[in-house]
């Protein structure tokens, strides 16, 4: 009960427990699995349940050394399995707490349902174009400097003062083919809104990233299009991200030929929502991508979480190997940005650093951030360790007050 959590069902074997999920596999949301076992083992469990394309999150729970248990997680990071946790024995409740609410994080389907709109209202926020761009800022963990944004879409049914973020609309879009619109609605305000964020001085180098679907991708005239608002809006393609979003698997020869075309013009292309979807550690050595993020599942909680923070470091040394960029994402706890602050390569994102904003409210935000980035400057040039610790708080929440705006996130 203290995990709400309706049914659960016991199987004294592997074998009958992959004869349960081959034929009933959308019922069961979260499997547990103990490595040692009689007949199948449960790396081999594990290797089965991939096979069947199991969607589900997966637990291991072990009394094996932590060593065997760790090589196991990876083993499933390499799968196309939902990780949500690899626990040594006895487990408590909190950690069970925790894996669940990872999967609720993980899958959407399950999360509470946002506020959903119709058909008409969503083609009337196209006509009237009621589309409005929100900035989310990245910056490198340890250096605290600005190296990017990404753009959100946020609507706004007719004179409503809050705005809907793409939970309530994407997928009605996406099912009535009203992707493209609004993405073209999305570029046609940001582009020259983002022209004079990056005249900023601390916005120079940065880049910005958008979203693009695996439908969008299959269509081969993205990367012209692409092309075109670079050229309108005198951006540079190198300046540019496209974000494929996990929501389908990347297996169409259409959807790779559009990534190659992408990087052959010196646009980015990053995995989104890594860790959840579809997109194992095999393909994503295959893809030319320029970067991968780390879905904030897996991030919240990392300072305490040893399956986190063992993906992470995985991840780091891929990264630096195919020499692309690593984000992590949901960076929302000050012990959680103080871990991950030791890390090269790696860029965060997430409310702490700075929550979606519109563009007048971004161009606040800037002047903030370097207010604050200069007095935590000038900490440092006088003490080290506790002082900077004090003035890493005091920049979290000066930046946090600010972005505080009264808008919908």
């Given at each position: 009960m203290q995990l709400d959590v309706n049914r659960v069902e016991y199987c004294t074997d592997a074998g009958s427990a992959i004869k349960i999920l081959t034929k009933y596999a959308k019922d069961y949301q979260i499997v547990v699995v103990d490595l040692h076992m009689p007949n199948m083992d449960g790396i081999e469990l594990l290797m089965k349940l991939s096979d069947i394309g199991y969607r589900g999150g997966v637990i291991i729970?072990?009394?094996?050394?932590?060593?065997?248990?760790?090589?196991?997680?990876?083993?499933?990071?390499?799968?196309?399995?939902?990780?949500?946790?690899a626990l040594t024995k006895p487990v408590s409740t909190k950690q069970l707490q925790l894996c669940i609410e990872r999967?609720?994080?993980?899958?959407s389907d399950l999360a509470p349902k946002p506020v959903s709109i119709s058909l008409d209202e969503l083609h009337r926020v196209l006509n009237d174009n009621k589309v409005v761009p929100y900035f989310q800022a990245q910056i490198e963990a340890k250096t605290r400097n600005i190296v990017g944004f990404e753009v959100l879409c946020r609507i706004q049914l007719g004179n409503k003062l809050q705005l809907l973020s793409p939970a309530s609309f994407l997928e009605l879009a996406e099912s009535h083919n009203l992707l493209n619109d609004l993405t073209e609605k999305l570029l046609e305000k940001a582009l020259p809104q983002w022209k004079l964020i990056s005249q900023d001085d601390s916005?120079?180098?940065?880049?910005?990233?958008?979203?693009?679907?695996p439908s969008q991708l299959n269509q081969a005239s993205w990367p012209n299009r692409l092309l075109k608002y670079c050229h309108d809006n005198?951006?540079?393609?190198?300046?540019?991200?496209?974000?494929?979003?996990?929501?389908?698997?990347?297996?169409?020869?259409?959807?790779y030929t559009s990534i190659s075309r992408l990087r052959l013009h010196n646009f980015g292309v990053a995995i989104d929502d890594f860790g959840t979807g579809y997109t194992n550690l095999t393909q994503l050595?295959?893809?030319?991508i320029s970067e991968l993020k780390?879905?904030?599942?897996?991030?919240?909680?990392?300072?305490?979480?040893?399956?986190?923070?063992?993906?992470?470091?995985?991840?780091?040394?891929?990264?630096?190997k195919l020499g692309i960029k690593l984000v992590a994402e949901g960076v929302e706890d000050l012990r959680d940005l103080n871990y991950l602050e030791q890390f090269d390569n790696l860029r965060l994102q997430?409310?702490?650093?700075?929550?979606?904003?519109?563009?007048?409210d971004l161009m606040r935000w800037l002047k903030a951030h370097k207010k604050v980035s200069k007095s935590n400057a000038d900490v440092s040039e006088v003490g080290t360790g506790?002082?900077?610790?004090?003035?890493?708080?005091?920049?979290s929440a000066e930046l946090s007050k600010d972005s505080v705006s009264g808008y919908s996130i």
């Open positions: 729970a072990s009394a094996m050394e932590s060593r065997i248990i760790e090589a196991a997680a990876k083993i499933v990071i390499n799968s196309r399995l939902r990780l949500l946790g999967l609720f994080m993980m899958e916005c120079v180098n940065c880049s910005l990233s958008i979203n693009l679907s005198q951006m540079e393609t190198s300046q540019l991200t496209i974000e494929i979003t996990e929501n389908q698997a990347l297996s169409e020869q259409s959807q050595c295959r893809l030319p780390l879905d904030m599942s897996l991030v919240r909680g990392i300072h305490h979480d040893p399956l986190a923070q063992t993906i992470l470091k995985s991840l780091q040394e891929i990264s630096n997430g409310f702490l650093i700075c929550r979606p904003k519109p563009f007048t506790t002082g900077r610790d004090k003035a890493s708080n005091q920049v």
